[in-house]
């Protein structure tokens, strides 16, 4: 099976721009979830979609939002970048909600500058 | 608030030696997972070994294995022969129980582990 994958792999950005970040879970995965890593704040969990539904939030600001698909692909939206919003991304999926295990991607690198 | 602990920024080991990994947890609830994640330079970050708050039996992956002290609120890892290929940044990660459908995850700051040659 393919792994999760994560589209781009590296961005660069300018204050004020917004951001769309995309990730393909393990085929037959339902649960997609997201996080931030920065050196500063370790990991971070951002929020997670299953069925097409946010089932779970972490304490991010709305100008992150994100949405997922029928075919479970999900995209993170960042609007508005702020120069602390530089960043790993990450995304990982799993089967179900139930405390399975995450597959995680390589991670989208953001840069804003 | 939960919270995840890992007081150990860095760590290493020789190779074919044993290297333990602390990681101490808050939380009030009874049901929960703990996780140990590995992160190589540059690449994924995969699962090592999970463990459920209710088996009181330590989890175990090949050389991988963990110390779960449930009142102590612990979750160390244990690499025996350690290699070459186990270093690495590893995040201890908790995740509540979600009966409600809802759930967090909480990750704490990372260890990182070197191997020696």
């Known amino acids: 099976k393919a792994g999760v994958t994560q589209t781009p792999r590296y961005l660069i950005k300018t204050r004020g721009q917004q951001v769309t970040l995309s990730c393909s879970p393990i085929?037959?995965?339902?649960?997609v979830s997201w996080y931030q890593q920065t050196p500063g704040q370790g990991l971070q969990f951002l929020f997670e979609y299953f069925s097409e539904t946010q089932r779970n939030k972490g304490n991010f600001p709305g100008r992150f939002s994100g949405r997922q698909f029928s075919n479970s692909r999900s995209e993170m939206n960042v609007s508005t970048l702020e120069l602390g919003d530089s960043a790993l991304y990450l995304c990982?999926?799993?089967?179900?909600?139930?405390?399975?295990?995450?597959?995680f991607g390589p991670g989208t690198r953001l840069l804003v500058l | 608030a939960q919270t995840v602990t890992q007081s150990q920024p860095e760590m290493s080991v020789q190779e074919a030696e044993t290297v333990t990994l602390s990681c101490t947890y808050d939380?009030?609830?009874?049901?929960?997972?703990l996780f140990w994640y590995k992160q190589p330079p540059s690449r994924q970050m995969i699962l090592v070994i999970r463990?459920?708050?209710?088996?009181?039996q330590n989890a175990t992956e090949n050389r991988f294995s963990v110390n779960f002290q449930k009142a102590a609120k612990s979750f160390s890892l244990k690499i025996s022969d350690s290699q070459l290929g186990d270093a690495a940044m590893y995040f201890c990660?908790?995740?509540?129980?979600?009966?409600?459908?809802?759930?967090?995850?909480?990750f704490g700051t990372g260890t990182r582990l070197k191997v020696l040659a």
């Open positions: 990982a999926s799993s089967l179900g909600l139930a405390g399975g295990t995450q597959y």
């Open positions: 939380t009030s609830e009874s049901d929960y997972y």
């Open positions: 085929s037959g995965h339902r649960s």
């Open positions: 990660a908790y995740r509540t129980y979600g009966a409600s459908g809802t759930y967090k995850y909480i």
């Open positions: 463990q459920e708050a209710y088996k009181q």
